[in-house]
């Protein structure tokens, strides 16, 4: 894991880069199409990201029907829609037809509505139908996410038609690892892994060696449950079907590979109030996403403040009180965010149900006694010894077991009470119960110094 | 999204649990075997973690040879290692002789050194050999979780000759997706995708329908990187080739989807120093793995305390300040904390490399800078009116300014000089850096105002 920074091995050299400049600035169409040709589509991707936004698109124009929009797939959203922007609709249709369907559906679904219409109006009847299908499932579905390419046989077929069709047939799907047995209604009946149908004799039909309880796919489920499914039962791929049981797609593991990637992201991006801006964006941008969650914080940190305002007497009387405040508060803080973090990945993971909801409050809630109770001696000590005062080392103590007992009940309560009202339970984030952890520590501290010191 | 709690689709019934105790209690071997032969393996598994540990021994004992070992990669830790101790080795050996070699490895790399060697002593030559040399391979590398299972052909047969001896050979893997032509050495000369093979007619040599330039995986690469070329390059499969460019394994991406979900749960975890317990562990565990940070942030807490005692004076003289103190640090921390998440991911994922990391300091702290203005003019307005002081105003906007722009700044840069040192950069974590900003936040806001009022 040693100095990743300079750890180029999957990536573009930067004298590709210097020759891809070259031929954009000299126009060399078929110098370009030729380096390119070369190149898998996550470096074109990686080419198009490093270049300067003009480039971009004379590098996309220059190319033209050489151009694999396969790459865009691979950009950042921004850098997407700026290329996409720029292109004729007709262009753009053309640069689709030869797409795997999810792959066109994933760049036309953030278009705005008007500029889809136009492109999807150049596109050839069938394939038109077939994306406006995927679309009209809800965002995040996998009706989205679906390929609409895949190959279904007739149940009544054997292993030899069905490996004399493949070999004749010339519109098959560019990679596939299984076929779809289906009714004249299109009823998915089973599935057919290739292993299987190499491993079989030509006269043994197929409905014998079809798989007849595959794991489907409903097409409006979230996304992120259908992850979920192929995580637990290691799939490979699997049918999507609509609500009569109709096959309407598949979706294969590298789809979801990027879905599991990408909510891990959110998880640690709300948790950190930290945006959804990629590398590419301005400043400005970035500064706009991140900046809700800085007003909202200040906000809290007022109400924290306002807890001491009210000991502000106790605090005059004893100085002690405000150089030690904020260890008690950083402590609760920190206690908050382990017991959050860990009870927002259970959640997302599925792993919290209604049967150990109970469990882990009360884990959380043990294991903050008893790691309250362990900091609280340490920090009681060194309180003591520094200010010379037995007592405020009690006091400190005190409100330290307190506030962390608070900081592990509410950092698994609060996230699981938010899934239970619908909401993402990572964007509790650290804001809101940094806040309450910091509000429940000042009000102990002080309060109990306060009345013990008979103060303020 | 709504209501997770309730949602079991994927699970275990209640009623399943109920019916697996009853059988556990009567020692009804029968009826268990019946019952659990039905179940996916990441069923079984979840009924062993809802088991009471010493039910889920008498579980394993009870199904004996049937019980399918699989079920073991699908637990915790901690409860796989519980249930092995409790077996004999030849127990053990003979559940492991029918998976797949890298689950075997995978559940033999955790055991003790002695109670792993016990159990392979048991194992077949053959599957001894193949698992003693994928445990030789590092520690979380290729080799450890790759396949030993596949397919090699030689690269003189033809379609048809491989077909047949598909048809004839009884040992094959359970699954496979491709085939992998070797020379006699064994080194890799190309992989043919079994689509492309169904769609061969039977006299074409595989030789010319092989990909003649596969992309391979060193069996010592990091599993990190391996994930990453499969992400970057949407592999189903890759060949993980010896030094040699000897075929050694294969590796799929289900293995793959583990591993990208474990790094990113990895990264998570760091970042809120929560350890890694899960929830199956106890209380007491929970609490050791989470301790160490809490001490570690206790230390840094008294270094920020040691900064507010220096102005203890300047506080007696005007209490206001400590009522304000933790607005300025717990903007300082959110902004900081917001800076290094991004980073880390964009670190974890490779976006960074040398060519921009100015960039990425020189944007993070630009955002900084303006959402540090942004927040410091509302602060400003706020203080100035509550405490009636314009000065006290300006004081708090100023602090907050240049604590939002140090919190940018180190909240980028921390993570990517621990990168450069070759330490997980998540592990920065909000402690370091929340103190280094509560450091830098109260000498600001307290040095300036000492300064500004003349106090102290």
């Excluded at 198009?48 to 029907?65: A, C, M, N, T």
């Excluded at 779809?180 to 009823?187: G, I, K, L, N, S």
């Excluded at 405020?392 to 409100?399: M, Q």
């Excluded at 520590?441 to 109990?448: D, M, P």
Aim: charged share 25%; net charge negative; proline share 3%.
């Amino acid at each position: 894991m040693a100095d990743q920074l300079t750890d180029d091995e999957v990536s573009v050299s930067d004298d590709l880069l210097v020759e891809v400049r070259a031929l954009i600035g000299a126009e060399d169409k078929e110098g370009l199409t030729q380096l390119v040709d070369g190149l898998h589509e996550s470096d074109v991707a990686e080419v198009i990201s490093r270049l300067e936004p003009d480039e971009r698109i004379e590098f996309v124009r220059l190319l033209g029907r050489d151009f694999d929009f396969t790459a865009l797939t691979e950009v950042d959203e921004k850098v997407r829609l700026h290329i996409l922007s720029e292109l004729a609709p007709t262009d753009v249709a053309d640069g689709l037809a030869d797409l795997d369907s999810d792959d066109a559906v994933y760049i036309l679904e953030d278009l705005p509505d008007e500029q889809s219409e136009a492109i999807l109006a150049q596109l050839p009847f069938a394939m038109r139908h077939r994306l406006k299908r995927s679309l009209d499932f809800p965002e995040e579905s996998a009706g989205r996410r679906m390929q609409t390419d895949f190959v279904a046989m007739p149940p009544f077929w054997t292993v030899g038609q069905v490996i004399d069709t493949l070999r004749e047939e010339k519109d098959l799907p560019d990679h596939f690892t299984e076929i779809f047995v289906v009714d004249a209604a299109f009823r998915l009946l089973g599935t057919v892994k290739l292993d299987r149908l190499l491993r079989s004799l030509r006269p043994v039909k197929i409905t014998e060696i079809m798989d007849e309880d595959p794991r489907t796919i409903q097409a409006d489920e979230d996304q992120e449950e259908a992850a979920r499914i192929f995580q637990r039962y290691d799939l490979l791929s699997a049918a999507v079907v609509d609500d009569s049981n109709r096959l309407v797609g598949i979706l294969t593991i590298d789809d979801i590979v990027d879905i599991i990637e990408a909510e891990a992201e959110e998880d640690i991006r709300a948790l950190a109030g930290a945006g959804d801006a990629e590398l590419s964006d301005t400043p400005l941008y970035v500064a706009r996403t991140r900046i809700p969650w800085l007003m909202i914080n200040m906000m809290t940190a007022f109400l924290a403040s306002g807890v001491i305002a009210i000991f502000d007497g106790t605090i005059q009387a004893m100085v002690a009180l405000a150089v030690l405040m904020p260890v008690v508060t950083a402590l609760g803080g920190n206690a908050g965010i382990q017991a959050m973090t860990v009870t927002v990945r259970a959640l997302s993971q599925r792993e919290i149900t209604k049967r150990n909801v109970a469990r882990v409050m009360a884990r959380e809630t043990i294991v903050a006694l008893m790691n309250g109770t362990a900091v609280a001696v340490a920090v009681g000590i060194v309180a003591a010894i520094w200010f010379a005062n037995i007592e405020l080392g009690g006091v400190i103590a005190c409100s330290i077991v307190f506030n962390i007992i608070c900081a592990g009940f509410f950092g698994a309560t609060l996230p699981m009470l938010l899934d239970r009202i619908g909401v993402d339970p990572a964007v509790a984030s650290s804001v809101f119960l940094s806040t309450l952890t910091d509000v429940i520590g000042f009000f102990a501290f002080l309060g109990i110094a306060s009345w013990w010191f008979g103060l303020g």
